[in-house]
């Protein structure tokens, strides 16, 4: 069964500083992954996904993600956080055979000046 | 830019009442999904629709719940009876292609309350 797991439920970082969210997976197949972002009382929205091509993934808004298969790590990073990156980001997994995405549990970034 | 809707934000029911969330997908996506998030727990798969009939569907969705495309655009979630337990935060998704590498374009949620 596929699952992932995500670190540190709050992270919190000075504005400029670097956004490290981390995400593992467990998947008995290759997997494809997700980063999905939630910003207050809107809906859940596609920052990057990993569908076994480059192994570091670019996103909307400076974000990128790495896949390491040796680690089974799928982090989120993004060099200088802005306030506007304060939301929930959600991490994901699919086996690429059925529509079903398995979420982590998410991980709410707050941005301080 | 097109968007997914859902309606109500917000709903407060008593316990063996049935609810109904409603959702518009963005109007040319094939494919249509209802996640839920119970408070402090992980966004749960519940249904995919396709070709006005389920794919797959999840443990969750047992015989309380169906889904419905009665008129082309809208996406129905029904809860039967609902239970304390189904108190949680619904989303509703849509995607142009299979969503096994396509994007889903999730709504805002709707907020289910059981009382």
């Known amino acids: 069964a596929q699952s992932v797991t995500q670190l540190g439920s709050h992270v919190s970082v000075s504005e400029g500083a670097l956004v490290l969210l981390r995400c593992n997976y467990s998947s008995s197949v290759p997997p494809y992954l997700f980063w999905y972002v939630q910003y207050p009382n809107q809906g859940l929205q596609l920052l990057l996904k990993?569908?076994?091509?480059?192994?570091l993934v670019k996103g909307i808004n400076g974000f990128e993600a790495e896949f390491k298969k040796s680690e089974t790590s799928f982090h989120l990073t993004k060099p200088s956080a802005h306030m506007s990156d304060a939301a929930e980001y959600f991490c994901a997994v699919s086996d690429g055979n059925t529509d079903k995405l398995i979420f982590g549990t998410g991980t709410r970034l707050q941005v301080f000046p | 830019e097109p968007e997914v809707t859902q309606t109500p934000s917000h709903q407060v029911t008593q316990m063996g009442q049935e609810v109904i969330l409603r959702c518009v997908p963005i109007?040319?996506?094939?494919?249509f999904y209802w996640y839920r998030q119970i408070l402090g727990q992980k966004v749960e798969f519940l249904v995919s629709?396709?070709?006005?009939?389920?794919?797959?569907k999840s443990e969750i969705f047992d015989d309380q719940f169906s889904v419905e495309r009665p008129d082309g655009s809208n996406f129905t979630l029904k809860i039967r009876s609902t239970k304390l337990e189904d108190s949680a935060m619904y989303f509703c998704?849509?995607?142009?292609?299979?969503?096994?590498?396509?994007?889903?374009?999730f709504g805002e949620g709707s907020r289910l309350t059981v009382l």
């Open positions: 990993y569908t076994s091509a480059a192994t």
């Open positions: 109007s040319n996506h094939l494919y």
């Open positions: 998704a849509s995607s142009g292609t299979s969503g096994r590498t396509g994007e889903l374009f």
């Open positions: 629709f396709y070709n006005n009939e389920i794919s797959e």
